[in-house]
C-alpha cells in the first residue's frame, strides 16, 4: 500500500510540473521578438493639421508596407527604401510609439535604427502582435548639391572684383599724400614709381599757379 501511495504522488507530482514547464516556454515565444520588422512608409504626401481638432495627419501621398529582417544595416535598408518610393535621395524620419508626428525622430546610423527598433519592441510586449514601425519618407532635394556648387565658380572671380579697388584707392591716397611741400625734396631722387606721379602732378601745379621757384625765394 505504502508502494502503491507513494506511485502515485510521485505520478501526481510530475503530472503537476509539466503544465508549469509549458508555461513557461509560452512566456519566452510571447516576449521574444519576431525575426521580420515591418515598416509602414508612407512618402509623397504631406503633414497637415486636421480640421477641426488640429491634430496632425498625413495627407495624399502613398503608403506601402515594407518587411526586412532585424539584423539589416542602415544603408541597406536605405536602398530598400529607394526602391520602393523611386527616388534617388530619401530621408528617413520615424514616428515613436508614444508620440505625435510633430516628434518626427530622424534614422541616420545603424545606431538610430537600433534604438528606433527596441523602442518598438518594448511598445509591442503587451500585444499580440508586434507594431509596424511608422515611417516617413521625403526626398533630398538636389538643389542644396547643385548651390553649392555656383559658390565654388564664383570664388575665383571674387579676388578679381575685390582687387581692383584697392589699388585704386592707394593711388588715391599716394597724390593726396604728395601735396604737402615737406615731400618735395624727394623728387630728385630715382627710383619710386610714385615720384612719375609727383612729378605730373607738380606740372600740372606750376601751370596753374606760376613758378614754384619764386614762391619759395620770397
Request: charged share 20%; net charge positive.
Amino acid at each position: 500500500m505504502k508502494e502503491r501511495s507513494e506511485a502515485g504522488m510521485a505520478g501526481t507530482s510530475s503530472s503537476s510540473s509539466s503544465p508549469c514547464a509549458s508555461f513557461g516556454s509560452l512566456d519566452d515565444v510571447s516576449v521574444k521578438p519576431t525575426r521580420a520588422i515591418k515598416f509602414l512608409c508612407s512618402y509623397g504626401g504631406k503633414i497637415l493639421p486636421r480640421y477641426p481638432d488640429g491634430k496632425l495627419r498625413y495627407v495624399g501621398g502613398h503608403t506601402r508596407l515594407l518587411a526586412v529582417d532585424r539584423s539589416i544595416s542602415f544603408s541597406e535598408l536605405q536602398v530598400k527604401l529607394s526602391e520602393l518610393c523611386g527616388w534617388g535621395a530619401v530621408s528617413l524620419r520615424c514616428q515613436l510609439p508614444t508620440e505625435d508626428l510633430d516628434a518626427l525622430i530622424s534614422v541616420t546610423s545603424d545606431e538610430d535604427l537600433a534604438n528606433l527598433v527596441e523602442e518598438y519592441d518594448i511598445a509591442s510586449r503587451d500585444r499580440p502582435s508586434p507594431l509596424k514601425i511608422r515611417a516617413f519618407l521625403f526626398l533630398t532635394p538636389p538643389s542644396l548639391s547643385s548651390s553649392s556648387r555656383p559658390s565654388h565658380k564664383a570664388s575665383p572671380t571674387i579676388p578679381i572684383s575685390t582687387g581692383r579697388p584697392p589699388f585704386i584707392a592707394t593711388e588715391r591716397c599716394v597724390h593726396w599724400v604728395s601735396v604737402p611741400p615737406k615731400l618735395y625734396s624727394r623728387y630728385g631722387m630715382p627710383a619710386a614709381s610714385t615720384t612719375v606721379g609727383h612729378t605730373r602732378f607738380h606740372s600740372r601745379h606750376h601751370h596753374g599757379h606760376g613758378s614754384p621757384r619764386a614762391s619759395k625765394l620770397m
